[in-house]
């Protein structure tokens, strides 16, 4: 299990909430992420896009960007206190400053250079556990580099993801019912 080995710290979502960049709260330390590349933010802001419009549609929720922090008043089983992912959609509408309070409903990890290999594979299964546990519904895990695929991880079936491919049609039921994108929108240049 994660949390065994990992060193406590003492840091907090207040202290956070001052780191400039993206970092998430894991066992009480704020563990920095590395930017990501263009096609890498492309991806993630063509998913933000279609989120926000079905925000606008919906007048439900919020979609966010990369970056935002998502933070929970207590450590998960991993040790896990905060989420960053590369795009998300709130159940609530969140307060305009600080971190959101409680995970989202949807999140989207899109892959890094680095988010390839056993350790990589482990790693994010780790993390989709935390989302689930946390109480996330959806985890799209986004293939731009390898394989132009986006795996829809449902809280509901954990191991079992649906995979879809360039030429069909992704969603995020039951976290945004009715919203829809098509894998080559996600892809688009």
Known sequence: MVA????????????????????????????RHMSAGFRHNRVAANIYRSLHSYESTTGVGAAVTDNVGFGMKYSLASGRQSFSPDAAYSAVFPTETGIVEGPPAFAVEVRSDNDYGAVAESEMAEKRADYFEAGTLVVWDVDWKRSETVAVYRSSDPENPTVYLRGE??????ALPGWRMSVDDVFAN
């Open 4 to 31: 065994a080995t990992l060193a406590w710290g003492n840091q907090t979502l207040a202290d956070l909430e001052k780191v400039e960049g993206k970092a998430e709260l894991i066992a009480g330390r704020i563990v």
């Open 169 to 174: 049609i992704a969603d995020a039921e039951p």
